[in-house]
C-alpha cells in the first residue's frame, strides 16, 4: 500500500546566473565568508532584486545571495561560483 508523503513538496530550484553573478562579485570585490555582506552590497546594483537569507544545501550553515525581480540567482560569493 502507498502511503503519500507528509512533506512538502519540492518549490523549483532557481537557475543560478553564473556570468551576471561573477560580473557583479568582482564589481563589488566579494570576499568568502561574507556571504550576507556580500549580498547586501550588491543588491545596490541589481533593480528590483531581493536580498535572501537561507541554507546552503550541502552543509548546515546560513547563506546570502540575490535574486532578481525575474527569478534567476545570483551568486557573489567567490566561494560558490
Not at 46 to 61: I, R, S
Request: hydrophobic share 40%; net charge positive.
Amino acid at each position: 500500500m502507498h502511503r503519500p508523503s507528509r512533506c512538502a513538496p519540492k518549490a523549483p530550484r532557481a537557475k543560478v546566473d553564473l556570468r551576471r553573478s561573477r560580473k557583479l562579485a568582482r564589481t563589488i570585490r566579494a570576499q568568502d565568508a561574507h556571504c550576507f555582506g556580500n549580498a547586501f552590497n550588491a543588491l545596490a546594483y541589481v533593480p528590483g532584486g531581493y536580498y535572501v537569507e537561507g541554507f546552503v544545501t550541502d552543509a548546515p550553515m546560513g547563506h546570502g545571495w540575490i535574486e532578481t525581480a525575474e527569478g534567476a540567482v545570483l551568486e557573489v560569493t567567490p566561494r560558490y561560483l
